[in-house]
């Protein structure tokens, strides 16, 4: 099967959306009959800054064991606001665009959004290469834009929802991480059951199945005897972690608690200066860690947070973040009802705390913390969990047979 994938972001950047399309092919790649090609953009996320070693030329290209990453420009900036990321994103749809019509024929189009101008580039691609798309939705735009304050359901999300169903329509399947969103994707966006297939991100078990020293933790950020309640990932708009600081503000009088945000985001600084502000001495901003360190930081960690914005469209996603954390058999904490609240609860794996209340969230810490025998077994619980259902690996494999299926025609 020769197999082209279009995705934004890709490793180096360290998002949740480049560590899924990284793995998934990585381990379709694994497969000698598959000949995988990734459109891609030069990594430059979240900060907006081309990372070391790279050029933003108009197309390049590189090996990755046997994957073929085409990385094609897009424009970079720093500037984080509404028409600088709509530039940003459509940028990159030219340009993928244009990279597709290069490589070789594909016998199917993968095309994974957000953002949601890679699924028009998709779209626009396997019609013009005559072969089958399969689309993948991790989060519902435009919706989710308007859901943080981005936007507002106007002329502009009226022309990108039309073209988003438009996509839809054309494709042969659409993959989703949730349920959630499969439900919200056939009731509002009128997508066929039939071809609607849930494929959650699932836990990584390779990564997180080693043993890491969390003393280099200790000896990088002080934390030894500390209960280091871990906030990982994406640190935006979706994500409030005003709610995690206010928390951390609660415990200040715990001179054992420190809260480690790692990660980047659009909300990052304002945090940084929030923490500031009340002379918060119990945070810490690890920035962003390669994938491979977190392993070390999740073994060093007490409690994994997955905090988000009260919003009805968010209760149908479920944080990437809450993986890692059950992989690594910590427990986790939540703040929003919702298809996240619900894996927890059945994998009894950790609490739930109110949305957008900080006083809840630190109720919950602190209920962890100061019950440990309590707190192993939800972290056991959540790995056994991620073991009997979440297998990364597995997943992939499910993905693969669908492609395969839509390559032939099917």
């Known amino acids: 099967m020769r197999l082209l994938i279009i995705s934004q972001f890709f490793p180096p950047e360290t998002n949740a ?124 735009w435009p919706d989710s834009v308007v859901a943080v304050g981005m936007m507002k359901k106007g002329v502009l999300f009226k022309i990108l929802e039309s073209c988003e169903k438009t996509v839809y329509r054309g494709s042969s399947a659409v993959i989703v991480n949730a349920d959630g969103i499969r439900r919200r994707l056939i009731k509002d966006k009128g997508v066929s059951p039939e071809k609607t297939v849930v494929i959650r991100n699932g836990a990584d078990l390779d990564l997180f199945s080693g043993a890491p020293n969390p003393n280099i933790i200790d000896e990088q950020y002080g934390t030894k005897n500390k209960f280091v309640v871990l906030f990982s990932g994406l640190i935006g708009l979706a994500q409030s972690p005003e709610v995690v600081i206010r928390a951390a503000e609660l415990l200040r009088g715990e001179e054992d608690v420190v809260f480690m945000l790692v990660g980047e985001g659009v909300l990052k600084k304002q945090s940084e200066e929030t923490a500031k502000q009340f002379g918060l001495k119990n945070v810490i901003f690890a920035g962003e860690r390669p994938r491979s360190d977190m392993p070390m930081f999740c073994a060093r960690a007490g409690v994994g947070l997955a905090t988000y914005k009260k919003s009805d469209l968010f209760r149908d996603v479920i ?92």
């Open 319 to 410: 944080p990437s973040k809450i993986y890692d954390y059950m992989g690594a058999g910590i427990p986790v904490i939540i703040n929003l009802e919702g298809e996240g609240s619900r894996l927890v609860k059945e994998a009894e794996c950790g609490l739930v705390a109110e949305e957008e209340n900080p006083e809840s969230l630190a109720e919950k810490i602190m209920e962890i913390k100061n019950n440990s025998a309590r707190a192993r077994d939800m972290g056991a619980r959540g790995r056994k969990y991620a073991e009997k259902h979440l297998n990364k690996a597995k997943l992939a494999a499910k993905l693969e047979k669908i492609l395969e299926s839509k390559a032939r025609g099917a």
């Open 17 to 140: 959306a480049a560590h899924r399309i990284g793995f998934l092919a990585e381990k379709l790649s694994e497969n000698k009959d598959n000949d995988v090609t990734v459109i891609c953009e030069p990594p430059n996320y979240p900060k907006g800054v081309l990372f070391d070693g790279y050029k933003n030329s108009l197309f390049s290209a590189e090996k990755k064991g046997n994957i073929t990453i085409i990385r094609s420009w897009v424009r970079i900036t720093a500037r984080r606001d509404f028409i600088n990321r709509i530039v940003t994103y459509f940028s990159f749809f030219f340009s993928g665009l244009l990279a597709g019509t290069r490589v070789p024929k594909p016998d199917v189009v993968f095309a994974s959004a957000p953002p949601l101008p890679v699924l028009f580039s998709g779209f626009i691609i396997s019609k013009l290469r005559g072969v089958s798309l399969v689309s993948e939705v991790r989060d519902i």
